[in-house]
């Protein structure tokens, strides 16, 4: 695999990883799992998955997603990224559930206008969409 940033998103438990692991002959070793109490990105890693969990620290703490990423774009260039696509559905009543959707959802369209590749997954299966 060469220097290009692939964006693949889809709904929880679809099979994000599992498609990225496989598709790109990667190992959990590549893989970095946000979470959401951390604002860390391990940019040594090939895979960033959860990036739904980083938007989710972020807001926490006030500080805004998109443009940690737009600071880092040079260093994500290479990279696969995974997210959950929370932006389907209701619209939570929670304040910071909304701000969390609505972050999400710009980081979302920042990456699927800077990637090189565009994946949606759905019941496992891959949809390049770019």
């Keep these: 695999m060469g ?7 889809g709904g929880a438990y679809q099979g994000k990883l599992d498609y990225a692991l496989k598709n790109y002959d990667l190992t959990e070793k590549d893989v970095h799992h946000c979470d959401m109490e951390s ?3 391990n940019f040594d890693r090939k895979v960033i998955d959860n990036l739904d969990r980083f938007v989710l620290a972020c807001i926490k703490e006030d500080v805004n997603a998109k443009e940690c990423l737009e600071d880092n774009i040079d260093k994500l260039r290479d990279k ?3 997210c959950d696509d929370i932006s389907q559905g209701v619209v939570p009543m929670d304040k910071t559930e909304r701000a969390w959707r609505e972050a999400t959802s710009r980081c979302m369209t920042y990456l699927g206008q800077e990637a090189d590749e565009v994946i949606r997954i759905f019941c496992g299966i891959g949809s390049k969409i770019k």
């Design 3 to 9: 220097k290009e940033m692939i964006f693949i998103f």
């Design 39 to 41: 604002m860390v990105l």
């Design 80 to 82: 696969i990224i995974i």
